[in-house]
């Protein structure tokens, strides 16, 4: 199994679970992935560490109840206790961060990679004799190296630049793509095709539909996946029941009682994208995430939707799972401004 799939489980299993186990089970698989995310945080204060090291012992308090579902297994079977060495060694976090710095720096995941594309890939081109091995992959890298210092030397000896530049303060304004990518372009943006670098993060919030609170940002296509549809069709297309009872008394809320725009034709997008803010840095602004909702067909039984973490106008949060993207059609009578935007229908 690969960190990425790792990283999926863990955005997933706290809601996969909820309803199917027992409260105390989902508090310490809740408790774990909580010290996961914390422990891999780029900036440690003595409070954040603090609070790594309660969500472990929030852990322990009810790992106990795993082993009563037996739910805690290995490579050879069922386990009926908790002496794993990886699991002992989390104990070590809160007393390593302070003399060794941030835990992520250790990661496995890059070397990972590496093992891929320089030894794994490359193997496949060679004479595949390991005797030989070790030495043509330290020889290609060698070179590879070498090409790249050469690269970037003639790079600057032709612009006549220096790598001695000021560094300004990224956080005065939102960072919005690679800081190499975005010297190179500063620097000489006409060579800019000769260099890779990621795509610039887009800022939805300059044209998007932001929240109330502004923390968050939504962007939709202007066409739409399907157009004109009775709220009757959706109802019955998504497999929906409370749908067209719930629209309704949501337009009489939004507009007035007996309002016209009851009965409507909607057009119903299949995902949007959604961006946050950096929770650490409020300034530097995240790549978006795309969020689906498709309806039920032959490859999903029931449908394609992603789950989402809300916050209500008390403050609370809650998990819900979206089913559907809609809006009003814009064809006939002009809308209010309440329901000329897009709505999503979520189920908790």
């Not at 060694?89 to 496995?108: H, V």
């Not at 297309?237 to 337009?251: G, R, T």
């Not at 689906?292 to 989402?308: E, K, M």
Request: glycine residues 4%; charged residues 15%.
């Amino acid at each position: 199994m690969t960190s990425w799939k790792h990283r999926e489980i863990q955005c997933t299993i706290v809601p996969t679970i909820a309803g199917v186990v027992d409260a105390n089970f989902i508090c310490a698989v809740h408790a774990l992935i909580d010290f996961i995310y914390q422990a891999q945080s780029p900036t440690f204060t003595p409070l954040s560490i603090a609070a790594m090291d309660a969500s472990l012992q929030e852990f322990h308090r009810f790992k106990g109840l795993i082993t009563l579902a037996e739910a805690c297994r290995g490579a050879s079977g069922l386990i009926d206790h908790f002496q794993i060495p990886k699991l002992e060694l989390l104990t070590s976090f809160s007393r390593a961060i302070p003399n060794l710095g941030d835990i992520i720096q250790y990661t496995a995941d890059v070397s990972e990679c590496m093992l891929i594309t320089h030894c794994k890939t490359p193997f496949e081109h060679t004479s595949h004799q390991r005797t030989t091995f070790t030495q043509q992959i330290i020889h290609f890298l060698d070179q590879e190296d070498t090409a790249r210092q050469f690269d970037l030397y003639s790079f600057l000896c032709s612009t006549n630049s220096s790598l001695n530049n000021l560094i300004l303060n990224e956080f005065d304004e939102v960072v919005d793509m690679d800081p190499a990518f975005a010297w190179i372009t500063c620097v000489t943006p006409e060579d800019l095709s000769c260099f890779k670098g990621p795509q610039p993060v887009c800022n939805h919030f300059l044209k998007g539909l932001l929240s109330d609170d502004s923390v968050a940002a939504f962007h939709i296509t202007v066409s739409s996946d399907l157009a004109d549809k009775t709220p009757t069709f959706l109802t019955q297309h998504y497999v929906l029941p409370d749908f067209s009872q719930q629209l309704c008394s949501f337009i009489e809320c939004v507009d007035r009682v007996g309002s016209h725009f009851q009965n409507h034709l909607l057009r119903v997008w299949f995902k949007f994208c959604l961006q946050l803010h950096s929770s650490l840095h409020p300034l530097l602004m995240m790549p978006s995430q795309q969020v689906q909702a498709y309806p039920p067909s032959d490859t999903h039984r029931l449908g394609n939707c992603d789950v989402v973490l809300l916050r209500t106008q008390s403050g609370d949060n809650i998990i819900a799972q979206v089913w559907m993207i809609f809006g009003l059609s814009m064809r006939g009578t002009r809308l209010p401004p309440a329901l000329a935007q897009p709505f999503i229908y979520v189920q908790p």
